[in-house]
């Protein structure tokens, strides 16, 4: 097959410029107009992947394809074209790699696996003038060694751009271990995965935007191109935080648009470990059970996960032999080998009943024997448990000396032993246990001095004594139950309460009263709100303290707008269900991220509502949130300012109230507030509403000089 000479000065030429290119890299500086070139690269490579594959179909299957096909000149231009984009491709991977961030081993291997396509399929184009028949062997031997040399490059390219074990990613996640909240530390268990997921493609060693790798705990102590990453203790001053909050159409969001964001737990998350000081080698088990980071952990990883077991699942039949109505036998979870026990009716209990458990002895981890008397040969069979992780012993006659048949189980990690005649010496051996991380003694002859003794003993395990009364404490009620939850409504709303301890009274009242035990009304049928009120509610029962008084608030939205325009775009982690949401008569609860809030940061809200019929309103009332302790770690305060525009059309717009809210006292003030703004209008077909965060919060107030954000949740015409 002849090749036109054209054709090989193109090849020859191109990767001429390729050579010379390698050889004087560390001398080239691109200029702003050929990085534009450089970055048609990750596109343009899909042809000659697909080119030189079918070139490889035709080569490799020449003799077959010959019979029925003029195949030699399907390979001459499959092949040319495929040698002539490789090049072409090559040299604007070689201008992209100039630009920053793009190193280490990854880019090396991708960039002389791609340099040896461009120079194979060039020889191989270059080879056609030779005798295709006698060297049949060697064409198809060249042509394979370039498919391999694809499948190499795109594996570290897309290494480059989507991090390390990219490909395998997804079969890792599928086997990794639980998350022990024992074992766990805070930064390699719990902040590095999100790292990993969500921004390790652009800040790996191989692709280091802004110098910055994200990899691990040394890499990110050393910071990147625009200086230290992290301000312990301070998440606001943090560049990593002020990043990730940008709006997601800046320049210098993190994560880009169009790469999978961060949700909104899993920046608190971040926010709270950056408060906590930024630790990188913080044990999770360290955290107190209210400590903030440690709910932030729980919101984002299931803690309480199922644990996988390493032993083989028990014969349904024995199962289903062995089950009796007064010894049920569960499977732990879907697809579990686990199984749980228990067992009812003292009269019908027997250790021998116990015994005959032995067959599935290896899948019990949890037993309960309740109130069952259990004696000597029992316990000696529990000891034969080996797997059991949780016994319930309350009210057995279990005492010191029975106690020493736990003592052989190796994963026993809870064990209770209420209203049993066991001592403070019984205990202090079973704690010595390593497994054991929990032990319950309520109602037993051990005393309080005894409890914090064994607690002293023994600081990372739990003895949990329970209430003791003493005759003397007074326990309070909880607050009444209140349906439905939401306080906006549109004509009327059917108020019903209740609670969860029998034969207690709840008193209401509606004119803002406190209320009491003998005026107030009491709640026996259904409550009717047609208009705006307020709820007071407590409980009141003989022999305990009142309840706390709970108060609602219940708006009555008149007016709906046939259509809502958002000029103005909610944050990105919190927009709710925009323009719905403002509307829909669901109010927020004291959770930012529950869905029903928009939030605002640096920009307004700004909606437009149109009405096709002329419409009267007196009153907007917006619907927003307070909270000056913060939500993510930035306080969230009323608007700064609001404008209210309307008009018969947008060419009649006016300004139609304008006012700036004064910020609630921090020493009295409310979650949920009401901001009503009065506009008093009578042929209203558009009407505008913007309302702005304030960028910098007035002195005397918490975050003084900072921005502080807009939470809203529903927005009422009247």
């Known amino acids: 097959m002849k090749i036109p000479n054209w054709r090989l000065n193109v090849l020859i030429g191109l990767n001429c410029f390729i050579l010379f290119f390698l050889l004087f890299e560390h001398l080239v500086r691109v200029p702003v107009w050929m990085q534009v070139i450089g970055r048609v690269h990750p596109m343009l490579l899909h042809f000659p992947i697909v080119l030189l594959l079918m070139a490889g179909i035709f080569i490799n299957f020449s003799r077959q394809l010959e019979k029925t096909l003029s195949i030699k000149p399907l390979i001459r231009e499959t092949l040319f074209v495929a040698a002539l984009t490789a090049a072409i491709t090559v040299i604007m991977g070689l201008l992209l790699a100039q630009e920053e961030g793009y190193e280490g081993g990854n880019l090396q291997w991708h960039k002389w696996t791609g340099v040896g396509i461009s120079f194979l399929s060039g020889v191989l184009v270059c080879a056609q003038g030779l005798q295709y028949t006698r060297y049949r062997f060697w ?41 022990d909240i024992n074992t766990a530390q805070v930064f390699d268990d719990a902040v590095l995965p999100i790292l990993k997921a969500k921004c390790l493609s652009c ?120 089950s009796t109505p007064y010894r049920v036998i ?233 259509r809502i325009v958002m000029e103005g775009r909610p944050h990105y982690l919190y927009p709710a269900r925009r323009e719905i949401s403002f509307f829909d008569l669901e109010s927020g609860g004291n959770n930012h991220a529950d869905g029903k809030w928009q939030g605002y940061l640096k920009s307004p809200l700004s909606a437009v509502m149109h009405f096709d019929e002329p419409t009267a309103i007196d009153t907007l009332t917006l619907s927003v949130m307070q909270n000056y302790q913060g939500i993510t770690y930035m306080p969230v305060y009323a608007p700064e300012y609001i404008e209210v525009w309307g008009g018969a059309d947008t060419t009649e717009e006016k300004l139609l109230a304008k006012l700036s809210p004064v910020p609630g006292k921090p020493e009295q003030l409310e979650g949920h507030r009401l901001i009503d703004c009065p506009i008093h209008t009578t042929n209203l077909r558009y009407l505008k509403l913007i309302a702005r965060p304030y960028r910098k919060i007035p002195d005397g107030y918490p975050g003084a000089g900072g921005e502080a954000w807009l939470f809203v949740d529903e927005i009422i015409l009247k």
């Not at 060694?145 to 897309?158: E, N, P, Q, T």
């Not at 994200?214 to 998440?235: F, T, V």
């Open 203 to 322: 800040h790996n060693a191989g692709k280091s935007k802004g110098e910055l790798i994200l990899a691990d705990s040394a890499s990110m102590a050393k910071g990147g191109k625009n200086g230290a990453l992290l301000q312990a203790g301070n998440p606001t001053e943090s560049l990593l935080i002020q990043r990730l909050m940008l709006d997601i159409e800046h320049e210098h969001h993190m994560p880009p648009k169009g790469k999978p964001q961060l949700t909104p737990e899993e920046l608190t998350l971040l926010q709270a470990w950056v408060a906590k000081g930024a630790q990188f080698n913080l044990p999770v088990a360290t955290l107190n059970a209210d400590d903030s980071l440690l709910l932030a952990i729980g919101a984002v990883y299931p803690i309480h996960k199922e644990e996988n077991f390493d032993f083989p699942a028990a014969d349904a039949k024995q199962i289903e032999k062995l």
């Open 330 to 562: 569960r499977v732990l979870a879907d697809g579990s080998p686990a199984l749980s026990v228990s067992f009812y009716g003292a009269d019908f209990y027997t250790d021998q009943a116990l015994a005959e458990l032995e067959p599935i002895a290896q899948q019990i981890v949890s037993l309960n024997v309740d109130g069952m008397p259990i004696g000597k040969q029992g316990l000696e069979t529990v000891a034969k448990f080996k797997n059991l992780r949780d016994i319930n012993l309350n009210d057995t006659p279990i005492d010191d000396a029975g106690l020493t048949a736990l003592h052989a189980l190796p994963k026993l990690g809870s064990v209770r032993l209420s209203g049993t005649a066991i001592t403070a010496a019984g205990i202090k051996e079973l704690l010595a246990n390593d497994a054991l991380r929990r032990v319950y003694i309520w109602n037993t002859p051990i005393t309080n001095e005894e409890v914090s003794q064994l607690t002293a003993s023994f600081p990372t395990k739990v003895v949990e004594m329970g209430f003791v009364d003493d005759g003397q404490t007074t326990l309070s009620l909880t607050v009444p139950q209140i349906t439905p939850a939401r306080t906006f409504f549109r004509d009327e709303l059917q108020i019903t309460m209740s609670h969860p301890i029998p034969g207690v009274e709840i008193r209401y009242s509606l004119d803002g009263k406190e209320p009491d035990s003998s005026n107030s009304t009491v709640f026996d049928k259904p409550i009717s709100i047609r208009s705006n009120q307020q709820l007071s509610v407590k409980a009141f029962k003989e022999g305990w303290a009142p309840s706390p008084t709970i108060v609602r608030g219940y708006v009555r939205s008149a007016k709906t707008p046939d």
């Open 139 to 179: 064409f198809a031997a060249v042509t394979n060694l370039c498919l391999l040399l694809v499948l190499i490059a795109g594996h570290f390219g897309a290494a480059l751009t989507h991090g390390e074990q990219f490909v395998f990613e997804p079969l890792k996640q599928n086997n990794t271990e639980v998350f």
